[in-house]
């Protein structure tokens, strides 16, 4: 999973890239960066590390340009080398950077292609360098000086129909302008806006979600569709067209469990309206499934993402809710850490039991999904050190129990703790004296609304194994059970790291003929 953000301003643009990426830092903690253009040359800054980490006073100064892309990361393809940082970039045609949010399904064939039949090289294994590198060669089959944005979107169009998968995308076009655009299925998010500068011109923001967007000062016009495209050209002209076949609105539904920040606005849809009515129709199923002496004494969130949800499932219960984890901030997204000794010791640091909330009460956690049941078996552990008599467990999302394909780091299937078990089992690895999980049809209800009438189905593959992009078969899920397991990422090596720093090293844009 991550995060991108384009600028199209009439300013210097790297103080707001900077801020837009903290605000999409929940999206990718593990590298982060940007790229700016300026009278046809290219300023890149990009490592491994926080956006604080990255950027420091020299490297903004160095950051020069009204035109400009970022992006936040974590490594679901590839390796963790800040070599695979992104944005990454291609001298020909005109010289292109590009930042994506995703994964592509074909990859390794397309790489194939890419170096026998169309004789582009590749630096590093990922997916996002793959479509950069399609991109660039579609462009460079138009031969123009100056494309028009009906080349653009030729292009993006014959990005379509060769690449499978999920990607919400900001690529820029040195001296042309500002690119962005989302796969046909609009499994990821992706979000335009726009506002007037006292001097009357327009500037554009394209980012994975509203709220970089609305932190800027920046109006939300509205979602890029899916296989839509929009490009913005150096004079500030904003032009769009849909550029796939047969494009469908099924975004991915744990945007809404998890990802996404519950301010965010994505496809119409409030994430915390969304998370509300989780809430709500998993209180139904407690009171269906445990009746109305369930015996809960209070509700307590496992911070951050499942507060929304439990507090209106506290409400519709009727039972108090209550703060009963302190959160120690600076500790990553936990599912996503390689190894689980890793994972069990950030969670001991992550959170810190408030006790008398806990003592010689029934306690429910609420969490917003169980994916290897590591930190939750933890955090119950936890609950009865702290003076817990029971300990009830609720997941806001249904059983994950298939691997995610489309640009999350879920674990392999062997290491998902509901890929092959029934709720009992799991209840009984957990050590939770009960154990519930969010019906699927009831999921997809509570993201639904009245509002967006055109958005009725999602990719739910977590949950269903239902991949809507296709192309997945078992073969695939072999070959990717093999890289992500926490065994493959420990003996993965042999990588060159390379940090790249703007303050030393700018990009020209010469196009190569």
Same mark, same amino acid.
């Given at each position: 999973?991550?995060?991108?953000?384009?600028?199209?301003?009439?300013?210097?643009?790297?103080?707001?890239?900077?801020?837009?990426?903290?605000?999409?830092?929940?999206?990718?903690?593990?590298?982060?960066?940007?790229v700016?253009?300026?009278?046809?040359r290219?300023?890149?800054?990009?490592?491994?590390?926080?956006?604080?980490?990255?950027f420091?006073?020299?490297?903004?100064?160095?950051?020069?340009?009204?035109?400009?892309?970022?992006?936040?990361?974590?490594?679901?393809?590839?390796?963790?080398?800040?070599?695979?940082?992104?944005?990454?970039?291609?001298?020909?045609?005109?010289?292109?950077?590009?930042?994506?949010?995703?994964?592509?399904?074909?990859?390794?064939?397309?790489?194939?292609?890419?170096?026998?039949?169309?004789?582009?090289?590749m630096?590093?294994?990922?997916?996002?360098e793959?479509?950069?590198?399609?991109?660039?060669?579609?462009?460079?089959?138009?031969?123009?000086?100056?494309?028009?944005?009906?080349?653009?979107?030729?292009?993006?169009?014959?990005?379509?129909?060769?690449?499978?998968?999920?990607?919400g995308?900001?690529?820029?076009?040195?001296?042309?302008?500002?690119?962005?655009?989302?796969?046909?299925?609009?499994?990821?998010?992706?979000?335009?806006?726009?506002?007037?500068?006292?001097?009357?011109?327009?500037?554009?923001?394209?980012?994975?979600?509203?709220?970089?967007?609305?932190?800027l000062?920046?109006?939300?016009?509205?979602?890029?569709?899916?296989?839509?495209?929009?490009?913005i050209?150096?004079?500030?002209?904003?032009?769009?067209?849909?550029?796939?076949?047969?494009?469908?609105?099924?975004?991915?539904?744990?945007?809404?469990?998890?990802?996404?920040?519950?301010?965010?606005?994505?496809?119409?849809?409030?994430?915390?309206?969304?998370?509300?009515?989780?809430?709500?129709?998993?209180?139904?199923?407690?009171?269906?499934?445990?009746?109305?002496?369930?015996?809960?004494?209070?509700?307590?969130?496992?911070?951050?993402?499942?507060?929304?949800?439990?507090?209106?499932l506290?409400?519709?219960?009727?039972?108090?809710?209550?703060?009963?984890? %302190?959160?120690?901030?600076?500790?990553?997204?936990?599912?996503? /850490? *390689?190894?689980? @000794?890793q994972?069990?010791? +950030?969670? =001991?640091?992550?959170?810190?039991?408030?006790?008398?909330?806990?003592?010689d009460?029934?306690?429910?956690?609420?969490?917003?999904?169980?994916?290897?049941?590591?930190?939750?078996?933890?955090?119950?552990?936890?609950?009865?050190?702290?003076?817990?008599?029971k300990?009830?467990?609720?997941?806001?999302?249904? %059983?994950?129990?298939?691997?995610?394909?489309?640009?999350?780091? /879920? *674990?392999?299937? @062997?290491?998902?703790?509901? +890929?092959? =078990?029934?709720?009992e089992?799991?209840?009984?690895?957990?050590?939770?004296?009960?154990?519930?999980?969010?019906?699927?049809?009831?999921?997809?209800a509570?993201?639904?609304?009245?509002?967006v009438?055109?958005?009725?189905?999602?990719?739910?593959?977590?949950?269903d194994?239902?991949?809507?992009?296709?192309?997945i078969?078992?073969?695939?899920?072999?070959?990717?059970?093999?890289?992500?397991?926490?065994?493959?990422?420990?003996?993965?090596?042999?990588?060159?790291?390379?940090?790249?720093?703007?303050?030393?090293?700018?990009?020209?844009?010469?196009?190569?003929?």
């Amino acid at each position: 999973m991550c995060g991108v953000v384009g600028i199209a301003g009439k300013s210097p643009v790297n103080q707001m890239l900077f801020d837009a990426l903290t605000m999409l830092q929940h999206r990718g903690q593990d590298a982060a960066g940007i790229v700016t253009c300026h009278e046809g040359r290219l300023f890149l800054r990009k490592d491994n590390g926080m956006v604080r980490d990255v950027f420091h006073t020299r490297h903004m100064r160095a950051l020069l340009g009204n035109y400009g892309i970022g992006h936040v990361r974590y490594p679901t393809a590839g390796s963790a080398s800040s070599a695979e940082a992104q944005p990454f970039y291609v001298n020909s045609p005109y010289g292109i950077t590009l930042a994506h949010n995703g994964n592509l399904t074909n990859a390794e064939e397309i790489h194939d292609d890419l170096f026998k039949t169309d004789l582009r090289h590749m630096n590093t294994d990922s997916d996002s360098e793959v479509l950069l590198n399609v991109f660039a060669h579609e462009l460079q089959k138009r031969s123009k000086l100056v494309p028009t944005p009906d080349d653009i979107f030729h292009v993006v169009s014959r990005v379509h129909e060769r690449c499978e998968g999920a990607y919400g995308v900001v690529a820029m076009i040195t001296g042309q302008g500002l690119v962005g655009f989302r796969d046909p299925n609009g499994i990821r998010p992706l979000i335009y806006g726009s506002r007037i500068t006292e001097t009357g011109e327009h500037e554009y923001i394209i980012a994975s979600e509203s709220v970089a967007i609305t932190a800027l000062g920046f109006k939300v016009e509205r979602d890029i569709a899916p296989g839509e495209a929009i490009f913005i050209n150096v004079n500030g002209e904003m032009f769009t067209q849909q550029c796939a076949e047969n494009p469908q609105y099924r975004p991915c539904i744990f945007e809404y469990v998890y990802f996404a920040r519950p301010d965010a606005i994505i496809d119409g849809i409030s994430v915390y309206k969304a998370r509300l009515k989780m809430g709500e129709k998993l209180a139904h199923k407690i009171l269906s499934e445990w009746g109305e002496e369930h015996d809960i004494d209070v509700v307590i969130p496992i911070p951050d993402t499942s507060r929304t949800s439990a507090l209106e499932l506290a409400n519709t219960l009727g039972v108090k809710f209550r703060e009963g984890f %302190m959160k120690n901030r600076y500790i990553g997204r936990t599912f996503i /850490m *390689p190894g689980q @000794q890793q994972r069990k010791k +950030s969670v =001991r640091q992550k959170l810190n039991p408030v006790e008398l909330e806990f003592k010689d009460k029934n306690v429910l956690l609420v969490d917003d999904s169980i994916v290897r049941g590591t930190t939750c078996n933890e955090i119950i552990q936890m609950a009865r050190d702290a003076g817990a008599k029971k300990v009830f467990f609720a997941s806001a999302a249904p %059983m994950v129990k298939y691997p995610n394909v489309y640009g999350i780091d /879920m *674990p392999a299937k @062997q290491e998902l703790i509901a +890929s092959e =078990r029934s709720v009992e089992e799991i209840r009984e690895i957990i050590e939770a004296d009960r154990l519930i999980f969010q019906d699927l049809e009831d999921l997809k209800a509570a993201v639904r609304t009245s509002k967006v009438p055109y958005l009725q189905d999602f990719d739910c593959s977590v949950f269903d194994g239902v991949y809507v992009a296709g192309g997945i078969d078992a073969a695939y899920l072999d070959e990717l059970e093999q890289k992500r397991s926490d065994t493959a990422k420990k003996t993965k090596d042999g990588y060159i790291d390379v940090n790249i720093d703007a303050a030393s090293v700018d990009l020209t844009g010469v196009t190569e003929q």
